[in-house]
């Protein structure tokens, strides 16, 4: 494993989720999906996060794909409803966890390269831990899905929050859904180009699912990459965060081009949608009395 690794900061989850005609709860977030791809490629991966004590299930979900805990208190995780029984997935977020503090980053990344932020929600880090990460001498990867959402009476609705313009001025490495994006754009009236040098970002990830998706870096055209063929379409929670971290492990660690990092992270992405890559088995939380909505 290698010496110095990542430390994957935000929300790790409790999720239900609703497909077709059933429901299920798995273990979920950036720390248990991300953190768990940089673990299997060989790289000391740290979760720092909040989980409550109730939930011993879901620290060890980590500890089985042989993360490191940094565990904050809360008295409640963090619970996501995904209902993606349309082609559009919608969510309620009916409860979230404390907010993960300064203190809590800076006593962790002192032995890592790189800072993997997924915030789930507005809330989710608190803004004063976000701009310490500029007192670092890291590289700071973004995935902005939870600084372009809101949450009002449990559901969760597209909005900016006031935090992403500090999140992106830490970041070197961005990524947002298609989505996202467009939300992120509309919100600052500009263009990718003029953000990007704005915020001093090395590289923006767009994602867009089955449509693929792109890459741009400051002063070069964007490098389009095509999505991986998905045989048999299941329950797609996480394959983003998959995405990102195998793109991270493939350029930052292994030093691969852009394009073959995309379509590595496309692959793995393929695989998750599946159920081939992190299994059922790996998130199931199999007492639901245990973890009541």
């Not at 490629?41 to 993360?67: F, S, V, Y």
């Not at 929600?121 to 310490?132: C, F, M, N, W, Y």
């Not at 964007?222 to 350029?251: K, N, P, W």
């Amino acid at each position: 494993m290698m010496e110095k690794g990542i430390a994957v900061i935000g929300s790790t989850t409790i999720d239900k989720i609703i497909y077709r005609n059933r429901s299920w709860l798995k273990a979920g977030g950036v720390t248990l999906y991300s953190g768990t791809t940089y673990s299997r490629h060989g790289i000391k991966t740290l979760a720092i996060t909040n989980i409550a004590d109730r939930n011993p299930q879901i620290i060890d979900r980590l500890r089985k794909q042989r993360i490191l805990v940094y565990n904050g208190q809360t008295r409640q995780t963090t619970h996501f409803i995904n209902d993606i029984r349309t082609g559009n997935r919608r969510q309620k977020n009916p409860q979230r966890a404390a907010p993960i503090s300064r203190r809590q980053i800076l006593d962790h990344v002192k032995d890592v390269r790189f800072v993997h932020l997924g915030p789930l929600h507005p809330e989710d880090i608190v803004l004063g831990a976000i701009k310490s990460l500029k007192e670092l001498e890291l590289d700071v990867i973004l995935d902005i899905q939870g600084l372009v959402r809101r949450v009002a009476n449990e559901n969760v609705y597209p909005a900016v929050s006031q935090h992403l313009s500090d999140a992106l001025s830490v970041s070197q490495i961005v990524k947002a859904n298609n989505h996202e994006y467009t939300v992120m754009l509309n919100y600052f009236q500009t263009d990718l180009a003029a953000l990007m040098r704005r915020f001093k970002i090395r590289e923006f990830i767009v994602t867009a699912g089955a449509g693929g998706g792109f890459v741009k870096e400051p002063t070069a055209e964007a490098i389009s990459y095509a999505a991986a063929t998905v045989t048999f379409r299941g329950d797609s929670t996480g394959a983003g965060d998959i995405f990102l971290a195998a793109y991270v492990v493939a350029h930052l660690f292994k030093r691969q081009s852009i394009a073959h990092a995309c379509k590595y992270a496309a692959k793995l992405a393929a695989r998750q949608i599946e159920g081939n890559y992190i299994k059922k088995d790996d998130l199931s939380l199999d007492d639901p009395k245990e973890h009541p909505f």
